[in-house]
């Protein structure tokens, strides 16, 4: 999951509200580590940015789904002063935004940024003249810092696109390669480059003698990619993280490479090509028909409540299908 994330987007009536409660949102994640809040404000940023008219009190937010008393009360506020107390209490910590620098280093999770600036480790420049104390991830993450902050526009995503489609289909031309994400989306531009791959040979369903010779699969095909992918940050059976270059004076792109079995593959293209919100308001509708949807599977969920065997599955409009669901298109689905 790449960080810094905002749904204000330029058709938002309500994007200055949806910049403060984002930001509050990361400050519960990586300072307080409370995800119950992290998503709250995350999920009122979500219905605000969505809705379709400028919100002008906090009475009014709290009709909306999603926001309640606390939040209301600080839009009443920042419509009020123009700013507001909590958030200038959090600018004026250091200690929160050191720790808030740090997670912004690929690998480099809030107990790990808490750990480093209790060690007095607080910029860029200190990790650079302590890195011992990271794994091979944050190393590459550090190294990339400044690259990795850099959105991707879409133009270059599609001619890596082209380029790992060429490379892959060298090796062979069985394989399927779709990059997901918010690039799928009709996103102008992404903060990483999410690739889905199957070949008919990967199955779920093999014995384990045979998935034996797919371990090696990836490994392979990683190989296959040199002059495109210049570091690996960890290489197992069924996925690849590591980073990207198009040509020298671009930056270093994040691309992370999915194997999956192909009974997997639409339920697996659908997770990942998102959006989270979007894919949990599926899941929830998928119950309600008596479905279980996940990366892996569509499942029916029999009287007794346990889940039957997956349901077979030729392209992703069929899991909108069974769950009786309005099909959407990707580029619909960046709720
Ligand atoms: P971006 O990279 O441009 O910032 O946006 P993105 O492509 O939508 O986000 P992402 O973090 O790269 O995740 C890709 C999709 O994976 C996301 O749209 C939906 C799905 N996904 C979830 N939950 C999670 C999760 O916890 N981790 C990851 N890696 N992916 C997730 O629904
Ligand atoms: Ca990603
Ligand atoms: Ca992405």
Partial sequence: MSKRKNPSDTDNLNGDFCDFLMELA????????????????KKAASVLASHHKRIESGEEAKKLNGIGEKIAKKIEEFLQTGKLKKLENIHEDEEAQAINLLTRISGIGPVKAAE????????????????EKLTHHQMVGL???????????RTEIEEIEKKLKGLIN???PEFTVTICGSYRRGKKESGDIDALITHPSVKTSDGKKKNKEH??????????????????ISLGDTKFMGVCRLSEDLPARRLDIR???????????????GSDVFNKSMRAHALEHGFTLNEYSLRPIGSTGVPGEPVPLSSEEEIFEYIDYPFKKPEERSV
């Avoid at 990361?26 to 404000?41: M, T």
């Avoid at 990339?144 to 902050?149: H, P």
């Avoid at 490994?219 to 690996?232: A, F, I, M, R």
């Avoid at 194997?259 to 090509?273: D, G, K, R, V, W």
């Fill in 116 to 131: 480093l600036v209790r060690e007095g480790i607080k910029t860029i420049e200190d990790l650079r003249k302590n890195h």
């Fill in 259 to 273: 194997l999956i079995p192909c009974e997997q593959y639409y339920c697996a293209i659908l997770y990942f090509t």
């Fill in 26 to 41: 990361e400050y519960e994640k990586n300072v307080s580590r409370n995800i119950h809040k992290y998503n709250a404000y």
């Fill in 215 to 232: 371990e090696k699969l990836l490994k392979k095909l990683v190989d296959g990619l040199k002059g495109l992918v210049t570091d690996t």
């Fill in 170 to 172: 060298k090796l062979d």
């Fill in 143 to 153: 190294k990339y810092f400044e690259d990795f902050e850099a959105k991707i526009p």
